[in-house]
């Protein structure tokens, strides 16, 4: 019988040991569940402003016309959320680097957006920049 009580005490005295256990271990798991989800959206924000500055330089390139930089861009870019623009800087390499037809004609698309995260977990935002660069006329 004293072996029952015995048990039955240490129980109760083990009682509040699991909630303790479940709060330090879930406060370590929920902090790495938010580092995964926002470094996954940076990186997937950087894939896309690469890819989006990749098609502007061709498009840049094909054309020779500086101002089919910005449409291209904002065609592939769809991470921009509407009003934030500004955020936003694209910029496209003078006319000087080559003429169309010569060996060494390139144009180059440099893009910088500054992308807010979502809980604020690794800072406010960050400031994202990928440049596409394309032989001219293809």
Do not use: H, K
């Amino acid at each position: 019988m004293s072996g029952v009580r015995v048990n039955v005490e240490r129980r109760q005295c083990e009682r509040g040991a699991a909630a303790v256990e479940f709060a330090l271990v879930a406060i370590v798991l929920i902090t790495m569940i938010l580092g995964v989800v926002e470094f996954g959206r940076l990186w997937a924000v950087q894939g896309s402003l690469a890819q989006a500055a990749r098609d502007a330089a061709r498009t840049y390139a094909i054309t020779d016309d500086p101002a089919t930089v910005q449409p291209a861009f904002l065609e592939t870019f769809a991470w921009l959320a509407p009003g934030t623009e500004s955020s936003l800087s694209i910029n496209p390499s003078p006319l000087a680097d080559g003429e169309p037809g010569d060996v060494d004609c390139r144009r180059t698309v440099t893009a910088s957006y500054a992308v807010s995260t979502l809980t604020g977990f690794l800072g406010d935002s960050w400031n994202l920049t990928a440049e596409g660069s394309m032989r001219c006329n293809g």
